[in-house]
């Protein structure tokens, strides 16, 4: 099976039934971690050091309110150590117990979450499901476990060298909303991977460091090279392992990116989250599946124009081929004072093929347009090299 088989109604039909059939309260963790408003942030960071967690539950009394986690420390970056959780905490996305696994993977693309709160009625929480859990549904479904790495990674990735500094890997990862990125040598060869665990552990040592910018940010971190603090010998897939294959690794390890090789050398990365979209490509709609996330409150204004944009130029594309869905990650973040630059990620699927494309501006709309654009051209060139190479068999 491949990813084009995702788009059969009636192969689509019996992978749903098969993802949702567990249910959630088969999957959720009842053992986990919370803290409370105005606990302070280094509290959090401890139990993140402590239980691995990437996000923690925050909860005032017996309800749950919203989440602290690596991502909000990436943005941040004034916020003293000893501040309340309160004044980094982000919106409180959650399932009930009568939700099912696809809706808890569409959530997890749209808010990009490393965990989803499962809750009552008064809002308490009764457990929560991580990523690693819907790994596990998907390792254990035979049509996910065929389909090959190369069809689902991304090929386009960012890496750092081991002689680049600490802040090289942190704008990376501040600019593509990532917790990891992979270490290259001079022959494209990965030889470890740095992400946020690492540079935690780090600066948990450092004594002087008094805010949440200290810890991640670029106060004396200068002089820092990626080689001091870089795993090294990460777990690396071939681009034509399988999926399962995969899986397996990041349950093991505990880990949730893979750089993917050949020959040795990278050509792609593969990540929980590329799982978990084909999780969520199963949920059942009428429509192109459209997935816009990362928009901050400040610009989801524009969602509206967003949309139009999406359906004229999917509407270009649709001409030569059938769009399925498009997933777009947004990441906003402030590059020069209080100006701010968007760094998106657009992930297209069509007729069975996978498209993936990246853009950098200042201006939200123009760059969005750019994307698609850059989207669409990619489309056509496809389908003009498909007939080529039929002219080619004739």
Not at 361 to 381: N, Q, R
Request: net charge neutral; aromatic share 4%; hydrophobic share 40%.
């Amino acid at each position: 099976m491949g990813v084009k088989d995702l788009h059969d109604l009636k192969k689509l039909s019996m992978l749903r039934s098969q993802i949702n059939g567990k249910g959630i309260a088969a999957i959720m963790n009842k053992e986990f971690k919370t803290v409370g408003p105005e606990d302070r942030i280094v509290d959090a960071l401890h139990i993140m050091k402590e239980t691995g967690a990437q996000d923690i539950p925050v909860v005032d009394g017996n309800e749950y309110i919203g989440s602290v986690g690596y991502g909000t420390l990436l943005r941040k970056k004034g916020v003293l150590l000893d501040s309340k959780v309160r004044t980094i905490m982000t919106g409180a996305p959650s399932v009930t117990g009568t939700s099912e696994i696809t809706d808890v993977a569409e959530l997890m693309i749209k808010t990009n979450a490393r965990q989803i709160p499962v809750v009552d009625r008064n809002k308490r929480i009764k457990g929560v499901v991580s990523r690693s859990a819907l790994i596990e549904v998907a390792a254990g479904i035979k049509a996910f476990r065929e389909i090959r790495v190369w069809e689902i990674m991304s090929a386009s990735v960012e890496t750092v060298k081991e002689n680049d500094t600490l802040d090289t890997a942190l704008d990376i990862m501040r600019g593509l909303d990532i917790r990891t990125v992979p270490v290259i040598d001079d022959r494209g060869y990965v030889i470890g991977i740095v992400g946020m665990k690492e540079i935690i552990d780090h600066n948990w040592r450092r004594k002087d460091r008094r805010t949440v910018g200290d810890l991640p940010g670029k106060s004396g971190q200068s002089s820092v090279l990626v080689e001091t603090l870089c795993a090294t010998a990460p777990k690396t897939v071939s681009w034509d392992d399988t999926v399962g294959k995969a899986a397996e690794i990041m349950l093991e390890s505990c880990i949730s990116t893979l750089p993917v090789v050949e020959d040795k050398k990278l050509v792609g990365i593969m990540t929980q989250y590329d799982i978990i979209e084909m999780i969520a490509a199963c949920k059942e709609r009428e429509m192109m599946f459209v997935q816009i996330s990362g928009l901050d409150d400040d610009d989801k204004y524009y969602s509206d124009a967003i949309d139009e944009m999406i359906q004229y130029e999917m509407g270009k594309a649709a001409k030569v081929s059938r769009p399925q869905s498009l997933t777009l990650h947004i990441v906003k973040y402030s590059a020069q004072g209080e100006k701010h630059k968007y760094s998106m990620n657009a992930r297209l699927i069509l007729d069975g093929d996978m498209l993936a494309a990246k853009e950098i501006g200042w201006d939200l709309l123009k760059t969005v347009e750019d994307l698609l654009k850059k989207l669409v051209t990619m489309v056509m060139d496809m389908k003009k090299s498909k007939l080529d190479q039929k002219k080619k068999i004739r």
